[in-house]
């Protein structure tokens, strides 16, 4: 396909997702038009555009709250998203996606064999939100991979199987810990870099307002009171070795 295809590919694209098509159909016009472009500028403006289309849609994608909820086709847009946002290289919105169709499962098919969802995929959701930095996000998930941890009938296992049990569990609380833990620091960061910002700015609003001469830097008057010293001792030293010629 031709470079100059691309756009045309993608518009394609946003008119099935304005008549609210969400299937695989769409997710293969989806990567024509990712591939579609002679060089890496053209592929990245692409992916850019596409990301951003996506965006755009996905709020007015989900179906409008009503009497009876149709939570099959909820839970359809969400994966459908999920696997687009994934594809154009999202990975913020491709995690939200993949939680809302994992907490919508959880919800309300969790006597579903077929959509219940399983310690297996809490955990590895777990990890990949943890992976990429989302630490809050990941330490719930965490807690519901650890929630489908615990059997129902814990008398009805083994020595073995309570061994193999217990280690799972300390592992994935030890994950969750983690989580948690990164999570605080990112937080105590991000307030810290605001409160500095905020100082920074409330300083040079301050200084504005000030007349006269430019104070020094508390790393200039370091550095001038360094040298003061340096000084005096050079003096010093010179005053010594000339009494003792």
Known sequence: MEAAAAP???SLFASRL????FGGDELRVLEAALSAGGDVPALLATRLAARRLL????????PAPGPV????RRLAVADFFARAFALVGDVESCLAMRYEALVLRDAKYSDDLHFQVSREEWLTFAKDSLDNGFYTIASKAFA???AHLRPSHPGHLDSTNLIEEKDNTNYIAGLQNL????SAQHSVQTQSAEYMK?????????????SGKPKLTGVSMFRL?????????????????????
């Not at 304005?18 to 098509?21: K, L």
């Open 18 to 21: 304005s008549h609210r098509r």
């Open 55 to 62: 965006r755009a849609s996905v709020a007015e994608a989900f």
């Open 225 to 245: 009171g360094i040298k003061t010293r340096n000084m005096k001792k050079l003096l010093h030293s010179r005053e010594r070795n000339s009494g003792e010629i």
């Open 144 to 146: 519901n991979a650890l």
């Open 8 to 10: 045309d590919v993608l």
């Open 179 to 182: 989580a948690k833990s990164l």
């Open 69 to 72: 909820e149709d939570y099959g």
């Open 198 to 210: 905020r100082r920074a700015s409330s300083g040079h609003q301050k200084c504005n307002l000030q």
